[in-house]
């Protein structure tokens, strides 16, 4: 089955440095990924929708600034958290869709996730 | 998209059968009911879709009735390792190519 992974599984920073974050679709192409955030015992929450070739989509609430997307290639989706606070600590969680027509076509396959700790 | 309703949390025995049942009152003609397991600290995983009747996967069965507004999803002979969030999402068939709208889920605690 198709398989999304994410680099670092866990990374801990100082309060004011950037964290990037890496999101690979291994096996097929992805041209648009998702970004979710999760705290602590709550589900997860939509950041963004990063679409290859062009700028991400940013939910309400959310600082484009802050949290910055770049969409490199068909298999990679990188979330940038700049200027990092505590209160950014959290599970960071990306998606890609399964190929149109093809095998897992209605599902989302998920990352592992990244666990931020800004200290 | 069609609200989800859901028990917030459950518990179970190794070997018993677990239902965990949502109810989408408005769920549209068009949806689908897409169920996902989530483990700590690992992303969601999928685990079955179904429109109407019944649907079986090696994981997992998912009871639809003719009415649609609930389901139903059946975990038969769980083993600690089934111990996970179980989210109940509902929305048309392009729903695996959007972003999807996580409800709280129900945390299914699975006892030796």
């Known amino acids: 089955g198709a398989v999304v992974s994410q680099h670092p599984s866990r990374v801990i920073c100082k309060s004011g440095t950037s964290v990037k974050i890496e999101c690979r679709s291994l096996d097929f192409q992805a041209t648009t990924m998702f970004w979710y955030r999760q705290f602590p015992k709550k589900s997860l929450m939509l950041m963004a929708t990063s679409n290859e070739g062009s700028k991400a989509t940013y939910e309400q609430g959310v600082e484009k600034d802050k949290f910055l997307i770049n969409h490199a290639s068909l298999t990679l989706s990188t979330l940038t958290v700049t200027s990092a606070h505590p209160e950014d600590s959290s599970f960071y969680i990306c998606?890609?869709?399964?190929?149109?027509?093809?095998?897992?076509?209605?599902?989302?396959?998920f990352g592992p996730g990244t666990r931020l700790t800004v200290l | 998209l069609a609200k989800t309703t859901q028990p917030i949390s459950m518990d179970s025995y190794e070997g018993q059968e677990v239902n965990i049942t949502c109810s989408h009152n408005?769920?549209?003609?068009?949806?689908?009911i897409t169920w996902y397991q989530q483990f700590p600290s690992q992303g969601p995983r999928f685990i079955i879709q179904g429109y109407k009747t019944k649907v079986t996967n090696e994981v997992a069965s998912l009871f639809i009735p003719a009415d649609r507004k609930s389901s139903t999803l059946s975990l038969p002979r769980v083993s600690l390792s089934d111990t996970a969030v179980y989210y109940c999402?509902?929305?048309?068939?392009?729903?695996?190519?959007?972003?999807?709208?996580f409800g709280s889920g129900t945390r299914l605690q699975v006892q030796p």
């Open positions: 408005n769920i549209a003609t068009n949806d689908y």
């Open positions: 999402l509902v929305g048309d068939d392009d729903t695996g190519r959007r972003a999807l709208t």
């Open positions: 998606s890609a869709p399964g190929l149109a027509g093809g095998i897992g076509d209605n599902e989302q396959f």
